[in-house]
């Protein structure tokens, strides 16, 4: 447990479902076994609340804490030590002073000499996290490199299936659900958007979603409508312009809070996005990338989402170099495609909400 809960950066928070989860099965093994009277009502509501809390905490206090690591100088290892928020101190020999380290970072895909691995065998051995710089960067900075096409952790490239079914209910049921609780609220943004401006209430256009198949999705139109309704073809006219003039008033609200994506609760409940995972892209602008990145559709091997890994930490963009940049986080997510970081990206979410983080 000491490598975990000292693991910096985004990967902190993974073992607070799992522990939840344990802990919760355990209690309710003995309530079962012992023929106990309990709330299943109050069980699951505690549960629920308790890891939304420790969430919560994770992000305003364990963020804040400043790790000390250690770095091997072999291999690849200056790009981890240009990464803030850890205090990094490279190691000029195998035989330097480490008890002032919290942790140790090696590329352990390079050459290590053999001094080196018997030190950082003595230093797994001691109880002093040995971590892999590459695994590290990841963590740190919630991306993963692009360049190549990179394995999850159980050395496949294909996501938890299992999962993703489960995942498919879960937001059908949601969505379904949601859609009967906004109704009234949606009936009244579709109104203040008929007043505010002429045209549609609803934009719809053309994306890639789930293994490379277009759909039309659907939110809130918060801009002045176009004289034609004609399709997108170019990569500009796909881009969304930062404090574009043809927004309307009610529109920079609705793209501020991020109300103009409720719409899209109805391409959940048809099968065609899921709560979370990584935005669609616009089908010019997907079939650019097809083009330019070779593994590029891999992004498609999870379903698209409302919200996602790249919206909570980088915002919205607008530039095609910026787009490019959002794909690291894409594949970051895709990589580590679990419970956990769904639940870091919903409280990251509701941060965004209400700060406005990335309003376009």
């Known amino acids: 447990m000491k490598g975990i809960t000292k693991y910096p950066g985004v990967e902190q928070t993974s073992y607070i479902a799992p522990a939840f989860f344990a802990s919760y099965g355990l209690l309710l093994i003995i309530y079962v076994l012992g023929r106990l009277e309990y709330s299943r009502i109050l069980i699951t509501s505690s549960f629920l609340i308790n890891v939304l809390l420790f969430y919560c905490l994770n992000s305003t206090f364990l963020r804040r804490r400043k790790m000390h690591i250690g770095i091997v100088p072999e291999g690849e290892y200056l790009a981890l030590s240009k990464v803030k928020g850890v205090e990094w101190t490279i190691l000029q ?114 994306r890639i979603g789930y293994q490379g198949r277009p759909f039309r999705v659907f939110k809130f139109r918060t801009m002045v409508a176009e004289p034609k309704n004609e399709p997108v073809t170019t990569i500009e006219a796909a881009k969304t312009k930062d404090s574009d003039k043809r927004i309307t008033r009610i529109g920079g609200f609705l793209r501020q809070s991020r109300l103009d994506e409720l719409p899209q609760i109805l391409n959940v409940i048809k099968g065609e996005m899921s709560w979370i995972g990584p935005r669609p892209e616009a089908e010019v602008l997907s079939r650019w990338y097809e083009n330019e990145i070779p593994f590029y559709r891999y992004r498609h091997i999870v379903y698209p989402g409302i919200t996602g890994w790249a919206q909570v930490n980088q915002g919205h963009v607008s530039e095609v170099n910026e787009v490019t940049s959002k794909l690291h986080y894409d594949f970051y997510y895709i990589k580590n495609f679990s419970p956990w970081i769904d639940v870091l990206i919903v409280m990251r979410t509701i941060r965004t909400m209400l700060t406005g983080f990335g309003a376009r």
């Open 93 to 206: 020999s195998h035989d330097a002073n480490v008890a002032h380290l919290n942790a140790i970072s090696v590329d352990l895909r390079s050459d290590v000499s053999n001094e080196w691995e018997r030190r950082l065998a003595n230093f797994a051995l001691e109880g002093l996290p040995v971590y892999h710089s590459k695994h590290l960067l990841e963590s740190l900075t919630g991306k993963v490199a692009i360049e190549h096409l990179s394995e999850n952790s159980f050395g496949t490239l294909s996501p938890l299936y299992a999962y993703m079914r489960i995942k498919r209910v879960v937001d059908f049921i949601a969505a379904v659900l949601a859609l009967i609780a906004l109704f009234p609220a949606l009936l009244v943004i579709g109104i203040m958007i008929a007043v505010d401006s002429r045209g549609p209430i609803l934009f719809r256009q053309v």
